[in-house]
C-alpha cells in the first residue's frame, strides 16, 4: 500500500530521495563556528589565527570568511610537534 494515494506525487518522492543521496558530499569550506567545532578552540582564538596574513587555509568570499579544511589539515601536520596520521 502506497503511503499516498497518489502514485505521481509518490514517483516524485522516490526521485527527490534518489536525487538526495547522490549529492552526499564533505564540505571543503568550514563557517568559523565549524572550524571552532572541528578543532575544539573558541571564536576569539579562531579569529585570532584567521586574522594572520600568511594564512594559507583562509578564503574570503567578500565580507564572510571561510577556512578550508584539507589546506587547514595539511597546515598542521607540516607544524606539528609530533607526526599526526589522519
Not at 503511503?3 to 538526495?20: A, H, N, T, V
Amino acid at each position: 500500500m502506497a503511503l499516498f494515494p497518489d502514485s505521481r506525487l509518490q514517483d516524485c518522492i522516490i526521485k527527490y530521495e534518489k536525487r538526495g543521496t547522490r549529492m552526499d558530499y564533505e564540505k571543503k569550506l568550514m563557517t568559523i563556528d565549524e572550524f571552532c567545532e572541528y578543532v575544539g578552540i573558541g571564536k576569539t582564538k579562531a579569529r585570532e589565527l584567521i586574522s594572520n596574513p600568511c594564512c594559507k587555509y583562509v578564503v574570503r568570499i567578500g565580507r564572510r570568511v571561510y577556512v578550508h579544511k584539507e589546506l587547514f589539515d595539511e597546515e598542521l601536520r607540516k607544524n606539528a610537534k609530533f607526526q599526526l596520521t589522519m
